[in-house]
């Protein structure tokens, strides 16, 4: 069976199209087998729902009476990236508040535009010729803003590792609260709903598919940063971090259902965003991809206690496992929570799913593959002799 991205799109705008959720057609492959579901169903929708701090937006501010070369800017108090134009910026969603850098960041201060709050805007410049104005201060909201889109540069991981602490002393991280000696496990996947895990090698993901990102539609930009092709799989999918995305999408339509700011305790500000893709069924290697249950994927228990990159994998434990609340390491039961949530990746897949099925969304083909080979390098420390 072969299916093109034409006539799925056909389908789609005659109203003919079968959708169908990631988790849906589990169920169906196992009543009918690869070969018709394959033959029944024209896309498989996706969606994740976690923390994904390589986040942030471009917003473009207009120039004011007279003009300002914006040399440093604050939003809500956050710092926010001046080095590209004179009245554009970008704001990190992990940019922690000047004073008070745990409880407000840069998440905040999106999740703020988002809801249509006001957000005080204050800049600096050293002024010029052209820009001979030195400050302003002043309130901005999405409506007052030219332009305002995510950029994120590393989202949607493809799979990640289960966190866990050997150590005498509570440990806070990016992973959450880990509690001494084993006593607390923590993972962050939706599993069997995780976008690039139903498209393992990234056959209908590329440069140009158009997405769900955080309510609206946006797209892929780029392979993700730290983009790795080169963990070992099982069943199909890598045991470890893997793929990645970068996307980009209009902030002027989204939502604070899918996009809202985090504020991780001892560790900083992060973001939650929601991603939906939809895999369209080429061949019946699709279905078999979207057909992956949690009880076939498997992710890495890594010690955070080890302060090394070269944490070593300390078991592998499926995603059916940690969902069941416990999982078994070292003949012991350790109890599981997750940092990313189920309920919101169903509720990204359905919906992604309801603008397929009122013609709202159409699917497209990459304008480019991601790489087939990737590994990213780690930071050493060298000398500019070693490097030049």
């Known amino acids: 069976m072969k299916r093109s991205y034409e006539e799925i799109n056909e389908k789609l705008a005659n109203g003919d199209a079968v959708v169908m959720t990631a988790e849906e057609v589990i169920g169906l492959v196992d009543s009918v087998g690869v070969e018709k579901a394959a033959a029944e169903v024209d896309v ?91 400050e302003i201060e002043t309130f901005v909201s999405l409506d007052t803003l030219n332009e305002a889109y995510m950029f994120n540069p590393r989202n949607a991981y493809q799979n990640y590792a289960v966190g866990v602490n050997s150590s005498p002393r509570t440990l806070f991280t990016y992973m959450g609260k880990l509690l001494p000696r084993y006593k607390n496990a923590t993972y962050s996947s939706a599993g069997q709903l995780s976008p690039l895990l139903n498209d393992p090698q990234c056959r209908t993901v590329g440069l140009g598919t158009r997405i769900f990102l955080g309510g609206n539609e946006g797209y892929v930009s780029w392979q993700g940063t730290q983009f790795n092709t080169t963990h070992p799989t099982r069943n199909g999918v890598p045991v470890g971090n893997s793929r990645t995305l970068a996307v980009i999408g209009d902030l002027k339509g989204m939502s604070t259902d899918y996009i809202r700011a985090l504020s991780v305790h001892n560790y900083g500000i992060s973001i939650a965003v929601g991603i939906g893709v939809p895999i369209p069924i080429l061949d019946e290697d699709m279905m078999r991809a979207c057909a992956i249950k949690d009880e076939e994927i498997y992710a890495p228990v890594i010690d955070y206690s080890v302060q090394s990159r070269r944490r070593k994998t300390l078991a592998e434990v499926s995603y059916a496992d940690l969902r069941s609340g416990t999982i078994e390491l070292f003949d012991r039961k350790v109890k599981t929570s997750s940092l990313s949530s189920y309920p919101k990746a169903k509720a990204i897949a359905a919906e992604l799913k309801n603008w397929l099925d009122e013609g709202r969304f159409e699917i497209s083909r990459p304008v480019a593959p991601l790489p087939s080979e990737s590994k990213p390098k780690p930071l050493n420390i060298s000398t500019r002799e070693e490097l030049e």
């Open 44 to 134: 498989v929708t996706t969606g994740t729902f976690g923390a994904m701090c390589s986040s942030g937006a471009f917003l473009n501010f207009g120039h004011s009476d007279p003009p300002i070369k914006m040399g440093n800017i604050w939003l809500n108090d956050v710092p926010a990236y001046t080095g590209i134009a004179a009245v554009d910026c970008y704001i990190g969603a992990s940019e922690m508040m000047e004073g008070d850098g745990e409880e407000y960041g840069g998440a905040h201060v999106i999740e703020d535009l988002i809801e249509g709050k006001a957000v005080k805007m204050r800049a600096e410049s050293v002024g010029s010729d052209c820009y001979p104005r030195k």
